[in-house]
Each structure stands twice: as C-alpha cells, then as structure tokens.
C-alpha cells in the first residue's frame, strides 16, 4: 500500500485509535486479513466470522511486524476501532485509489473473467507496473484489499468485479472507481439468484454506468444483452468481437493440433498474428476482450499479439493442464462451471482430444435455478455430439441429469456412467485410464471436484490413483 500514517487511516475510516503510542507511525507494507500473511510494516483487518473471530489474533499479528489492528473493538495492541469493519476497508481503497496515479480498469460477466483479467494483467504488465486481482477475489472484500496492494510504482490497478445480485457492481465501482470498463457477457451463471438474463445484464451493467464522460466502456459486440449497454453509458465504447461492428476483432480463427488457439488480431491501430498458449476457443473472445483494453490504453497490435501469445494461466484449476510421463492428459479446470463455460471446456476437450480417447468428469452447476434440469440434460447432450469417448458425472441429482442427457442424446449406453461421488469417479479412471487419454474435471466449485484432478496428477509420479 501507499504509506499512509495510523492517524491518516483513522481519519479516512472515521475510527477511534487505541493503545497506539505514536499515531505518526505509518503502514508501508500490505493490508492482510489473513494472520498468516501479516508482516512488517502491515496492517491487519480484523473480521469476525461465524468459526473465526480476526481479533482473536490481535497479539500474534502485532508480534509479527504488523503496525496496527483494524477492528470493531480495542484489543491489548494498536487499533483502529470502527463500527464495521468492510465499511472502514472500503473506505480506505477509495481514498488510496484516488491517491494514486493509476488507470483504474475493471471487468465483470458471467464466465471468463478470471481468464479475461490474467490476460489483460500480462498484456499491460508489458507496458507499465500493473496490479490485478489475485484469483477470483472480486467482491466487496477481495476488491480493495487488491486495491490497497497498488504502490506509487502502480500504474495499471486491474480489478475483477461479481455481482451475487443488483446494486453489488455499482457498490464496488464506487469503491475503486474505473476510467475503462468492459462487460464480457451475460449468461447463465448465478440465474437462479438472479431470475433471468435481464436482470443479471441489469446488473453487469452497472459498471458501465459508472464510468465517467472521459472513460471507455468495452463491450462485447456478440451478445446482445451487453451490446445493448452502450446506450447506459456516456463513456465512449468500444466493441470487441465477431460482429461486423467491432472495432477489434478476430479473422481465420483455428486451433492447433494441442488445441490452443491462433488467429489474427485486428486493431483500429493495426493488425498481428496471435497464437495462444491457453487451451480452447473460448479463449479467443477472452484475448479480444484484453486486446481491446490494451489497445484504449496505447499498445500497438504487434504489442498486444506478442504478449497474449506469451500469456499464460495465471489462476488455479482453470483449464490447467498437465501432462503425465505416461501420455495422460490431465485438463483441471475445477474451478467453478456454469453452462457457458461448461460448454467451451468440452470443445477445448474435443480439440485437445482429436486422435485420442477423451473423457469428460462433470459434475453440478450451481445457481441455476428452475433452469438447472434443462442445461444440465444439455451438457450432457453436448458431450456426445463432441463425440466424447466418456461421460463420468460425479454426485447427486444434477450428475444424473447430465448423464441422461448424454444416454437419451444417442445410443451411449456404457460410454456414460453416473457415480457418487469424487472416490468413485477416481476408482472408475484408475481401472480404465490408458496412456494417451485426455481427461477434463469441471464442476462447481461446491462440488470439489479439483481433488478428482489432482489425484490423476498425483499418480502420474507415484503410479496410485487415490482422492484426497
């Protein structure tokens, strides 16, 4: 964080010093809520959870070099008090950012942003000093923590935003304020929630509304709910995409025998090759997406082609591959799933597979609501028109739904399988697996279906297949 003294933050946060000997002293290290990442010259948020209380740890992050304490209540060692604790860390980014002399850049959509910000992070990292947002930490707590990272040095803050419903983007954009927004799209993650695509395009759009007259709203030109944003915005747009309308598109788009996607990049500033080292299609529309962004900030095209074709996976269990000294082809992308990103993970799969037996471990898609029977039964139908060697669906009801989807899809028979649970599935891959199979788990996050992955990975090296 930028230094800042303890009287300054209490100020800033309207709180109430406690055993703190000299208010001069400054925060110059990071803003942590782990008491673990607590260090010299850092400043601890103390939250109270239902199994963890932060204040609990008071002692020990003073102990290990951390200045103050920011919590509800005194507590032996330096604090600032405040009445709550997310209002006063909110607070705190806001006024840092405004401090700083950084290009705010934002984004928010139903599937891809994780991907989307690591792309745009590694491209402008080739221009200046960037800080983005680590993971998926893009609410109202991991946002100006990400936020409060930036230094004086900063020149680009990159800051993925969620919505778990309306109003949640516009609080946080009003937290870090943005000069560049960009909507990916609007889709089917968190309907249930949200009960329907317009009112989650209502709410994806709020960052568009809150750009300022000076700022640029980048959009996706292929689907229509976020096409239709350019008329909430007095920001200039721009369009990225397939459509005729975009003013940064993609022409002879193709995969390599691996998968991996390679296209040529059109600008307003020119054109250049690009040939990523991500997996699937999908990805294309990701890297528009940031070449968009990297464009609206001064990049050229021949920039902006060699950074997206050096750029690579920067977050866990997204599309993470991993080759076995046997030839198995290990896809984790077990992060979370929703019906679009479902969808590409399987087309990644079918390219990657061309030639080889595939299989596809899938598990339940959270948050979809009265939706959730149809978009399950039409992943499952979708695997076998991919012509996917195997279905493995992993759990309850939503796992059933997948795998009859697939059986009624076309006459599969053995070649989709419903099991309990994630042991199950890695005792079904242990005795069937050959070298030279390509195997993707994905599934919502609840599910946990990462550990499926990560024992295949693990034998690999130690020749036993076991869930952990």
Known sequence: MIALSLAEIAEVVGGQTHDIPDPSVQVTGPVVRDSREAGPGSLFVAFAGERVDGHDFAASVVEAGAVAVLGTRPVG??????????????????????????????????????????????????????????????????????????????????????????????????????????????????????????????????????????????????????????SRTKAKVIFFGESGEADVSAENVRLTDTGQPSFRLHTPSGASDVTMRLYGEHHVSNALAAAAVAHELGMSADEIAVALSEAGSLSRWRMEVTERPDGVTVVNDAYNANPESMKAALRALAAMGKGRRTWAVLGKMAELGDEAL????????????????????????????????????GSWGEESVHVSDAQAAVDLLRSELRPGDVVLVKASRSVGLESVAQALVESGAEGEVSAR
């Open 374 to 409: 149809a978009e399950h039964d039409a992943v499952g139908r979708l695997a076998v028109r991919l012509n996917v060697s195997k279905l493995v669906a992993v759990g309850g009801r939503e796992a059933a739904w997948l795998q009859l989807g697939a059986y009624n899809e």
């Open 77 to 230: 060692v330096p604090a600032i008090v405040v009445d709550d604790v997310q209002t006063a860390l909110g607070a705190l980014a806001r006024h840092v950012v405004q401090r700083l002399g950084a290009t705010l850049v934002a984004l928010t959509g139903s599937a891809g942003k994780t991907s989307t910000k690591d792309l745009i992070a590694q491209v402008l990292q080739r221009k200046a000093p960037t800080v983005f947002t680590p993971g998926s930490l893009n609410n109202e707590i991991g946002l100006p923590l990400t936020a409060l990272s930036a230094t004086e040095e900063t020149r680009f803050l990159v800051l993925e935003m969620g919505a778990r419903g309306i109003g949640h983007i516009s609080y946080l954009a009003g937290l870090t304020p943005p000069k560049v927004g960009l909507v990916l799209n609007v889709g089917s993650a968190h309907i249930g929630e949200f009960g329907g695509r317009e009112q989650i395009a209502r709410a994806k759009g709020e960052l568009v509304e809150s750009l300022p007259e000076d700022g640029t709203a980048i959009l996706n030109a292929d689907d229509p709910y976020v096409r239709a944003m350019a």
